[in-house]
């Protein structure tokens, strides 16, 4: 039997995202009657304003249920898990980047890299910490404690994803991780996250032969990513209501 550790495929089927609509019907905003997604896939999401792109992440993430539908990571139907199994199941494997960052203005960009950490650490791990100053130095954040309010929001984008990358996720979900970025910070975040992929499938592998698993050639994160260049793509359109 899958269990919630073991993200190593996502599989949709009867998909339905809806909200209220006027006078009490639904809103349909996007319907995947299925969808099989390998591990180690990096795929891109494009569509059109309102299409339901970041709507999917957040019920790809467990954040909001669907209306109808499954959403199976490595088995494990999230769709069907209580709010706080949910947050349990996003703390260990996710990592996410929205679209409008959630960071904490009061704090500086390392200490907002190691946010999520103060629900499991009552003292964050030395080699977290350095772990999370190198994710910032890496994307050109040279002043880890400079204060998120001071930050452009260029800035603020790659503090996002070093948080995001900070616990080696095995899923990566990101809403539009680029859009605020210059083409040249854009390719280098890019092949950032491409070699995060890369880095999860090889730490990896040791444990998933260990438990009997075959080998895949690629593996490592799942990243969904909304109008990313350089991925996979798949159109989303609007569902007919």
């Known amino acids: 039997m899958p269990t919630p550790g073991d993200s190593s495929a996502l599989d949709l089927a ?10 009490g019907a639904q809103r349909v905003v996007l319907d995947v009657p299925g969808l099989h997604l390998p591990a180690g896939s990096v795929v891109g ?3 059109a304003s309102g299409a339901g792109k970041t709507s999917l992440l957040h019920t790809l993430a467990g954040i909001e249920r669907p209306a109808a539908g499954e959403v199976r990571w490595g088995g494990l139907n999230l769709a069907a898990q209580s709010a706080g199994a949910r947050d349990a199941w996003r703390r260990r494997q996710a990592g996410l980047v929205f679209q409008d960052f959630h960071l904490i203005e009061g704090l ?17 791990p030395a080699a977290l910490r350095d772990r999370g100053a190198a ?3 890496g994307m050109g ?28 996720p095995a899923v990566l979900l990101a809403d539009e991780p680029t859009a605020s970025l210059d083409a040249d910070a854009a390719a280098g975040v890019a092949t950032l996250l491409l070699n995060a ?45």
């Open 14 to 23: 009867g998909l339905r995202i809806a909200y209220p609509g006027p006078g």
């Open 45 to 47: 999401v494009q569509g």
């Open 108 to 124: 500086g960009a390392l200490d907002n890299v190691l946010a999520p950490l103060w629900f499991d650490h009552a003292r964050i």
């Open 135 to 137: 994710l910032l130095s």
């Open 141 to 168: 954040i040279t002043a880890p404690g400079l204060r998120i309010d001071a930050m452009s929001r260029g800035e603020r984008q790659r503090v996002a994803i070093a948080r995001a990358l900070l616990r080696h």
């Open 197 to 241: 992929a890369q880095d999860a499938g090889e730490r990896r592998e040791p444990r998933r032969r260990a438990r009997g698993g075959r080998r895949r050639r690629r593996r490592g994160h799942r990243g969904v990513a909304s109008g990313e260049r350089g991925a996979p793509r798949r159109d989303l359109r609007r569902a007919d209501p």
